[in-house]
């Protein structure tokens, strides 16, 4: 119907084909265009599936991006944070009685209830986030319970006139301005399934913010940074403590991982560590491969709980450096806290996971493309019943289901294939190919291997020696001119390449040949060194051999043609034939008088059945792969074939 319609709306607007054909065409291309719609659409929704299903092992790398860009974005929390800096440069150049400072004031008073209370651009929103921290402080230094009087009263020039503008800002930058940018672990897909960030490791990183802030505006004398040192001590002992419940499965090994990360930073500069490793895993620690692999086996004696104490201590900051140490701990440890969450529980007891809210719509399209083509399918088909057509398309039946979601890779690939995206018929093609190329492969290794183990058997068992000494009047019969045989016109063709083809094409290598052999003999003689001494004869016997040589190889690669040639061109003398035929008996009979001697014939066997064997091996396990097929594995072949 909707095809119909299309092509009468087309139709309509001038783009109505002009013949049957050219409409079959169209309908034709109108339909792969349907097709490969439907196609894209399933695999976009195969594409959430998969994201879906991967999502929390992936989490820590999506962690990562979402951290970075938002480094390099102007956020608005920046973009507040700027509006202080250029209030902190105007007061420090003109004063607070500047006429710029009301202006900038007022903007930041805005900007403040805009970021804190009406549009929070912050990830965590609730009493555990950041913001909540923020309002919180806030409000206990103004000593209010309402945010947008303490926003007002903080950010006005009575204010900064009663207290000094230095205190004010003071106390922003120690206490509220890291707050503004440290980075909340919260992804948009989390609360599809029910995670969160892990809140203990949250307070844990703002409270290692609080000890930055403070040590970058009062360094190590400021009496506030022993008592937040001894927090993070405990907060360390109790996070190696803490018993994990499977709700936050993944931070067991970022706990391990983090206290063999704080050990080796600690006790990595001292030499007695290792002593009790082997020359080989000290290598190895060198190499810093041991501490990937098995950094159990190098830090087995030494405490996680002490190292962390050593680590937030005034000592070890004095000696390495607050600024070094709170590097290490920013790229080392804090990466890791970041990845830690928490995931929520159903009413059902299992873990939450609404990504059903996110498929439904998807499955409603489904429930859609599957009546039209089901509606198409029954009119295309009025005498099919309903399941019939059902079964027609079958494959749609995984797209409408909510369970066993990666299933619906298998309409997926149908949709594809249907679609032609991509067009696999070449594909299809040189997979047949590659198979029908491997079978016949094996099997002509099957077939050569059984004749080369029956050509064996039979030069074993004897039957070759009962074939060489098969009787005269046997081989007589089957030889006699009236009767020609099959080996008589073999022997005529072998003849005949042999005269015409052969010899005329080495006779000049057999020139060559017989000119050495002769030069080498005449030169041994004592007339030719006599002759030598003779200045007038001297060249003689080198012309004499050549012309010998000459003569002999044209007579040896020239007379056969010639021969032949004339007995074609002559009748057949009767008497030669006898001659030739008594010449060939002759041959035979001595042949096999010769071979009767057992000690030839087993000779001959052996060295028949020893080629025999390794023609065999070199068929099934020597024979170079054909690189347009794929490799093959050598074939076994059962035990009658050896």
């Not at 230095?166 to 995670?195: A, C, M």
């Not at 073999?490 to 005329?504: D, F, G």
């Not at 006898?578 to 060939?584: D, F, I, K």
């Amino acid at each position: 119907m909707f095809g119909r319609q299309l092509i009468s709306f087309l139709s309509l607007s001038g783009f109505r084909p002009k013949s049957d054909l050219d409409r079959k065409v169209w309908r034709s291309h109108f339909r792969l265009f349907i097709d490969r719609a439907i196609a894209i659409l399933i695999l976009a929704n195969l594409s959430l599936v998969v994201f879906d299903f991967i999502y929390l092992k992936n989490r820590h790398l999506y962690i990562r991006i979402d951290d970075y860009r938002q480094q390099i974005s102007n956020t608005p929390q920046r973009q507040y944070l700027q509006l202080v800096d250029n209030l902190q440069i105007i007061l420090e150049q003109e004063g607070l009685n500047s006429p710029q400072v009301d202006p900038i004031l007022s903007e930041i008073r805005q900007s403040s209830i805009e970021i804190l209370i009406k549009q929070p651009p912050f990830r965590v929103q609730d009493s555990h986030g950041t913001l909540a921290v923020i309002n919180n402080r806030l409000r206990e230094h103004l000593n209010t319970d309402d945010l947008e009087t303490a926003i007002n009263t903080f950010w006005s020039r009575a204010y900064f006139t009663d207290n000094g503008w230095e205190n004010s800002l003071r106390f922003f930058n120690i206490n509220l301005r890291h707050l503004f940018t440290l980075y909340e672990p919260q992804l948009s897909y989390d609360i599809i399934k029910g995670v969160e960030a892990y809140r203990p490791s949250q307070s844990y990183l703002m409270i290692v913010a609080d000890l930055k802030a403070i040590l970058e505006y009062e360094g190590l004398e400021s009496p506030q940074v022993e008592p937040l040192l001894q927090q993070l001590q405990q907060l360390s002992t109790e996070m190696i403590d803490r018993s994990y419940i499977p709700q936050i499965d993944n931070t067991l090994g970022l706990i391990t991982h983090i206290k063999y990360r704080m050990v080796e930073h600690i006790h990595s500069g001292d030499p007695s560590t290792t002593n009790h490793l082997t020359p080989t895993l000290k290598f190895l620690y060198s190499m810093r491969v041991l501490s990937i692999l098995a950094p159990e086996v190098i830090w087995v004696d030494q405490s996680s709980r002490e190292a962390f104490s050593t680590f937030w201590s005034l000592d070890n900051f004095s000696q390495k450096g607050w600024e070094t140490e709170l590097d290490f701990f920013d790229s080392q440890i804090a990466s890791l806290m970041r990845q830690m969450y928490f995931r929520h529980l159903g009413i059902n007891g299992e873990f939450i996971d609404r990504f059903w809210l996110v498929d439904f719509p998807w499955v409603i399209v489904f429930w859609l493309i599957f009546l039209v083509e089901l509606s198409f399918i029954r009119r295309r088909h009025p005498q099919l019943g309903l399941w019939p057509c059902i079964r027609m398309i079958w494959y749609d039946l995984f797209l409408l289901i909510g369970v066993i979601r990666l299933i619906r890779i298998i309409p997926v690939i149908i949709h594809l294939e249907r679609a032609k995206l991509p067009n696999m018929a070449t594909l299809r093609a040189q997979i047949k190919l590659k198979v029908i190329a491997s079978f016949g492969n094996e099997l002509i290794q099957v077939v050569v291997n059984q004749s080369i183990s029956q050509l064996k058997a039979t030069v074993s068992s004897g039957k070759l020696r009962k074939m060489i000494f098969k009787s005269q009047q046997k081989s007589m019969s089957i030889t006699k001119p009236e009767s020609p045989s099959q080996v008589k016109v073999i022997s005529q063709q072998l003849l005949k390449v042999t005269a015409c083809h052969v010899l005329p094409e080495i006779q000049q290598d057999l020139e060559a040949y017989l000119h050495y052999q002769v030069s080498q003999s005449v030169k041994q003689s004592g007339i030719y060194r006599r002759l030598q001494k003779i200045p007038v004869i001297r060249k003689l016997p080198e012309q004499v051999s050549d012309n010998l040589v000459k003569r002999i190889a044209a007579l040896i690669s020239q007379q056969p043609l010639k021969s032949y040639y004339a007995s074609q061109n002559k009748q057949p003398d009767p008497i030669a034939q006898e001659l030739q035929q008594r010449l060939v008996n002759r041959f035979l009979d001595v042949l096999r008088s010769e071979l009767k001697n057992n000690e030839t014939i087993q000779e001959v066997e052996y060295i028949l059945i020893d080629f025999l064997d390794q023609a065999k091996i070199n068929n099934v396990e020597s024979a170079p792969p054909d690189p347009d097929t794929p490799a093959l594995k050598p074939a076994h072949f059962p035990d009658e074939f050896d």
